[in-house]
């Protein structure tokens, strides 16, 4: 079966920012699919289900109850399966500590959460739009932050 979408998950335990999320993608002229999940926990039993299809794009918010977005990019670098999925670290944080850990844990690109929503819709149809292969082959800590 081919996919005539982009698959999207996003893993964050706010309510308003998981709706934001998803009316951005409604709004987008991208044909997506996007499932959310409020914990790590959850996110990472959905992705160990055999029958769950991965998704292209994967979003993590790195404070989560139960299993934070740090544990769960540890758990998914570890596993090949996962070795085609693309993570989005997406996050209020703009430590420079917190962007280091999840470059050198192996995340695609780290994005700080824009407070406005016609902004939030402009990152994520970039991010959604990257030619991951390509951009991931030279990854380097200059085009890991996507700046505003």
Known sequence: MIKEYIYI???DDDEDDRLFFTDAFSEMKINTKVDTFKDGVELMN???DSESILPNVLFLDLNMPKKNGIEC???IKQNDRFKDI???IY????SEEDIEETFVCGANIYIKKPSDFNT???VLSDV???NWQYHTSGLNKDNF???L
């Open 91 to 94: 996050s209020t944080s703009s």
């Open 46 to 48: 959905y992705l160990n």
């Open 128 to 130: 959604v739009t990257i």
């Open 9 to 11: 998950i996003l893993a």
């Open 120 to 122: 939030l819709k402009k």
């Open 86 to 88: 693309a993570i989005a």
């Open 145 to 147: 932050l996507l700046r």
């Open 73 to 75: 990019l540890h758990e």
